[in-house]
C-alpha cells in the first residue's frame, strides 16, 4: 500500500518521547531512528519497534575510515533494521567494507549512501564545500559511485530523484527527505517537494516529519497525506 512507503521520523530525544509518538501514529508502519533518539535512547527504541513490529529506518549516516564504518555496520545489522545509512563520501574502500561487514547478518539490512544532504543548497556547495559540479550533476556522481561499490540506494532530495531513477535504474533504491504537502512549511529543508510529485518522480519511500509529527492535529495530517499518495 501507498501508505507503506512513507517514513516518519522520531527526531525526539528521549525513549518517553518516542513511545508517545509511536503510540500517538499507530498507523505509521515504518519509523526513522535517527542522531539524537539513538544517541539519548540506545538501542531499546530499536528493540521496542522491532518488537511492535515495526519498520526501521535507522538514520545514522556513518562517515569514517574503512574499518570504523565496517564495525558500525556490522553492530547495527544485529538490531535487525531494514535501512541502515552512511556517506558516500567516505569513499568507495568504506562503501565496499560496509557491505562486507553486514554479510553475516541474519537479514542485513539495505545500505543506503547520502548523496547530499538536502539542507545543503547549490550556493553552500559551491562556495562553502568548495565542490565545482552543479548540484543534480554532484548528486548524480555520489549515487553512481555508490551504485558501483554494490551499496543497494542513496538517499537523495526528491528534485533529484528522477534523473538517479533514469541513471540507476529500477533496483536502485532512492528514499527521499525534504518532502513537503503543499500546505506544510518546507522548514530548513532547502530542496522540497510534495508527496505525490516525489513518488511519480521515482522514489521508493518518503521520509516524512514536521509536517506530521509537528501538526496540531497529527493524525489528520498523517491521514491527509495518505488521502493524497492513494491517488498515485
Known amino acids: 500500500m501507498t501508505h507503506d512507503r512513507v517514513i516518519v521520523p522520531?527526531?525526539?530525544?528521549?525513549?518517553?518521547?518516542?513511545?508517545?509518538?509511536?503510540d500517538q501514529l499507530p498507523q505509521v508502519s515504518f519509523w526513522k531512528v535517527g542522531l539524537e533518539l539513538f544517541v539519548g535512547a540506545?538501542?531499546?527504541?530499536?528493540?521496542v519497534l522491532k518488537e511492535r513490529e515495526k519498520r526501521i529506518f535507522l538514520d545514522l549516516k556513518f562517515h569514517d575510515i574503512p574499518n570504523t564504518v565496517a564495525g558500525a555496520c556490522r553492530s547495527a545489522a544485529k538490531y535487525g533494521v531494514d535501512l541502515l545509512t552512511?556517506?558516500?563520501?567516505?569513499?568507495?574502500?568504506?562503501l565496499s567494507a560496509a557491505i562486507r561487514a553486514i554479510n553475516d547478518a541474519d537479514v542485513p539490512p539495505k545500505l543506503l549512501a547520502i548523496s547530499l544532504l538536502?539542507?545543503?543548497?547549490?550556493?553552500?556547495?559551491?562556495?562553502?564545500?568548495?565542490?565545482?559540479?552543479?548540484l543534480p550533476e554532484y548528486a548524480l556522481q555520489m549515487a553512481l559511485l555508490a551504485q558501483e561499490s554494490g551499496i543497494d540506494g542513496a538517499v537523495c532530495s526528491p528534485l533529484?530523484?528522477?534523473?538517479?531513477r533514469q541513471v540507476c535504474g529500477e533496483d536502485f533504491?532512492?528514499?527521499?527527505?525534504g518532502v513537503r504537502p503543499a500546505w506544510s512549511e518546507s522548514g530548513?529543508?532547502?530542496?522540497?517537494?510534495?508527496?505525490?510529485?516525489?513518488l511519480k518522480a521515482g522514489a521508493n519511500y518518503l521520509?516524512?516529519?514536521?509536517?506530521?509529527?509537528?501538526?496540531?492535529?497529527?493524525?489528520?495530517?498523517?491521514?491527509?497525506?495518505?488521502?493524497?499518495l492513494a491517488t498515485v
Open 10 to 22: 522520531l527526531d525526539v530525544p528521549t525513549l518517553e518521547e518516542a513511545l508517545a509518538r509511536v
Open 42 to 47: 540506545g538501542p531499546t527504541i530499536l528493540e
Open 86 to 94: 552512511l556517506h558516500t563520501t567516505a569513499g568507495r574502500e568504506a
Open 118 to 134: 538536502t539542507s545543503i543548497n547549490s550556493r553552500e556547495l559551491a562556495f562553502d564545500l568548495k565542490i565545482p559540479l552543479e
Open 160 to 164: 533529484e530523484v528522477s534523473q538517479l
Open 173 to 177: 533504491l532512492l528514499v527521499c527527505p
Open 188 to 198: 530548513d529543508q532547502r530542496r522540497v517537494m510534495t508527496p505525490a510529485s516525489a
Open 207 to 228: 521520509v516524512i516529519g514536521r509536517p506530521i509529527t509537528a501538526a496540531s492535529d497529527p493524525v489528520e495530517a498523517w491521514e491527509k497525506i495518505c488521502q493524497e
